[in-house]
């Protein structure tokens, strides 16, 4: 069945620091990919997404690139700020009723 | 534009109580609704979704079950609370544009 990877965490980085979260997943057909993100407490908010190969989903200066041909969705940032620890989820989408999500990855950024 | 509510925010039951998680959007109609749950330290489990009023599909067996009485309410119900189903419920609304999450409903079974 479908499925998605995500890099375990937590990661802790500094302020500044380049981040990546590496996502990969499995899926029949052509399913849109997205990322989602939750700070402490709250539900989920969509962060960017990607409904096709090659296509950029960006936001917030995140950025992800959906690579079909190494089933990839890694998101990443050139300069992360303290105020974007959250957790982060990769997620697939392929057909209505499906939504399936990776494990998250905790992102803690210290000043 | 499309919002969703969800209550209540928290929540503590008793061990063999029942329960009524209420979530309802705004903004749109025949919307696809879902009901997640995320366990301590797991992802998040889809557990119920709907296309349509009275349309329930369940994703995994369990002494939950879901309601659609309305085309903008989507009910998540327990007649018997277990210590398991302690978590973080969201309700999510799907669009074209991806889903949209309620500020979630934190339970606790005690």
């Known amino acids: 069945g479908d499925s998605v990877t995500q890099m375990e965490g937590p990661v802790t980085l500094s302020e500044e620091a380049f981040l990546t979260i590496n996502c990969t997943y499995t899926?029949?057909?052509?399913?849109?990919l997205f990322w989602y993100v939750q700070y402490p407490g709250e539900g989920l908010q969509l962060l960017l997404k990607?409904?096709?190969?090659?296509d950029k989903g960006s936001n917030k200066g995140f950025e992800a690139t959906y690579r079909k041909e190494t089933t990839s969705f890694h998101l990443e940032k050139g300069s992360v700020q303290v105020s974007d620890s959250a957790v982060y989820f990769c997620?697939?989408?392929?057909?209505?009723?499906?939504?399936?999500f990776g494990k998250g990855t905790k992102l803690s950024v210290k000043p | 534009s499309q919002t969703i509510h969800q209550w209540p925010a928290t929540l503590v039951q008793p061990v063999g109580s029942p329960l009524s998680l209420e979530c309802t959007v705004e903004?749109?109609?025949?919307?696809?609704l879902y009901w997640y749950r995320q366990a301590a330290g797991r992802g998040l489990q889809l557990l119920f979704y709907?296309?349509?009023?009275?349309?329930i599909s369940s994703e995994v067996p369990q002494n939950l079950s879901a309601s659609r009485p309305q085309d903008r309410q989507f009910i998540l119900s327990s007649k018997k609370l277990l210590l398991s189903d302690s978590g973080f419920y969201l309700c999510?609304?799907?669009?074209?544009?991806?889903?949209?999450f309620g500020s979630g409903t934190r339970l606790t079974v005690v």
């Open positions: 997620a697939l989408s392929a057909y209505i009723g499906n939504l399936i």
């Open positions: 990607a409904t096709k190969a090659d």
């Open positions: 903004g749109t109609s025949n919307p696809n």
């Open positions: 709907s296309v349509g009023i009275g349309q």
């Open positions: 999510a609304l799907g669009g074209d544009y991806g889903y949209t």
């Open positions: 899926a029949t057909g052509y399913p849109s």
